[in-house]
T-cell receptor
Framework: GQQVMQIPQYQHVQEGEDFTTYCNSS?????IQWYKQRPGGHPVFLIQ?????EVKKQKRLTFQFGEAKKNSSLHITATQTTDVGTYFC????????FGAGTILRVKS | NAGVTQTPKFRILKIGQSMTLQCAQD?????MYWYRQDPGMGLKLIYY???????DKGEVPNGYNVSRSTTEDFPLRLELAAPSQTSVYFC?????????????FGEGSWLTVV
């Protein structure tokens, strides 16, 4: 079945540093979604990318879909303590498959 | 709208006991899902349903059962609880499946089997 691989598994950054998580697939994706889960919370939808090469921004977050639609990235500029949590990518095959997630910790 | 509501939020079970995790959504979504999330890990799909009366297995269905008698409700039954079922369980729903549809999660049910 379809799988999405997410790296890194864990990242610990100093507040103000940038952060990037990557999501890769061996197959072409029709779309990709990103979710954020705060510690002790539930996953919450952030954004969906559909078009090849698409770039979307939400304040300090930049989401990108690769030209071949096989990879995606989430970049956070100047991290803040409110950014802590786990970031998941998810993609549809015959059902939505989640990556393993990247845990972000921010030192203040 | 309350969204996706799960009960109980916390539960401790003894090995061999059974229980049902309740899930209800008020968004008139066709699709409903149960995921489990082990500490520090990703989400694994247990069962899903595409509509009332229709359910299907996900990645990790063993030890669980589901039913979908109404559009709103999707309970998850644990039979003969085992320590390996200690996890956080998330119920979720979506209007449909595929491109363009986002998944809405409940707040989770923390289950410990001792």
């Amino acid at each position: 079945g379809q799988q999405v691989m997410q790296i890194p598994q864990y990242q610990h950054v100093q507040e103000g540093e940038d952060f990037t998580t990557y999501c890769n697939s061996s197959t072409t994706l029709s779309n990709i979604q990103w979710y954020k889960q705060r510690p002790g919370g539930h996953p919450v939808f952030l954004i969906q990318l559909v078009k090849s090469g698409e770039v979307k921004k939400q304040k300090r977050l930049t989401f990108q879909f690769g030209e071949a639609k096989k990879n995606s990235s989430l970049h956070i500029t100047a991290t803040q303590t409110t950014d802590v949590g786990t970031y998941f990518c998810a993609a549809y095959g015959n059902k939505l498959v989640f990556g393993a997630g990247t845990i972000l910790r921010v030192k203040s | 709208n309350a969204g996706v509501t799960q009960t109980p939020k916390f539960r401790i079970l003894k090995i061999g006991q059974s229980m049902t995790l309740q899930c209800a959504q008020d968004m008139n979504h066709n699709y409903m899902y149960w995921y489990r999330q082990d500490p520090g890990m990703g989400l694994k799909l247990i069962y899903y349903s595409v509509g009332a009366g229709i359910t299907d297995k996900g990645e990790v269905p063993n030890g669980y059962n589901v039913s979908r008698s109404t559009t709103e409700d999707f309970p998850l039954r644990l039979e003969l609880a085992a320590p390996s079922q200690t996890s956080v369980y998330f119920c979720a729903s979506s209007y449909s499946q595929g491109r363009g549809n986002t998944i809405y999660f409940g707040e989770g049910s923390w289950l410990t089997v001792v």
